[in-house]
Nanobody, 115 residues
Framework: QLQLVESGGGLVQPGGSLRLSCAAS????????MDWYRQPPGKEREWVAR???????NYADSVKGGFTISSDNAKNTVYLQMNSLKPEDTADYYC?????????WGQGTQVTVSS
């Protein structure tokens, strides 16, 4: 079973960029579908993006054109490049690994977009 550790969060000004990383330890990373979710303050957790084991990607409408998910199987790491950030992107960001009925979560990383 994988263990996931997110990093790369922080404070950024509106219009800025951040790249989040999710490092996985364990076996068979390449078999998992990897997702990014986020939970804005006081709101429900929402899905952001997915990359499948076949490297197909999907995005929530709210981040299309601004966010890019990618994966480096050699490093067992999935990334979320976030450009043109807005205050409404402020949230705790979580990565998740899914294989069949198994879903694994990381501990999250905080992103704050503010001037």
């Amino acid at each position: 079973q994988l263990q996931l550790v997110e990093s790369g969060g922080g404070l950024v000004q509106p219009g800025g960029s951040l790249r989040l990383s999710c490092a996985a330890s364990g076996r068979d990373f390449r078999l998992y579908a990897m997702d990014w979710y986020r939970q804005p303050p006081g709101k429900e957790r929402e899905w952001v993006a997915r990359i499948t084991s076949g490297a197909n990607t999907n995005y929530a409408d709210s981040v299309k054109g601004g966010f890019t998910i990618s994966s480096d199987n050699a490093k067992n790491t999935v990334y979320l490049q976030m450009n043109s950030l807005k205050p409404e992107d402020t949230a705790d960001y979580y990565c998740s690994a899914t294989l069949n009925s198994l879903r694994i979560w990381g501990q999250g990383t905080q992103v704050t977009v503010s001037s």
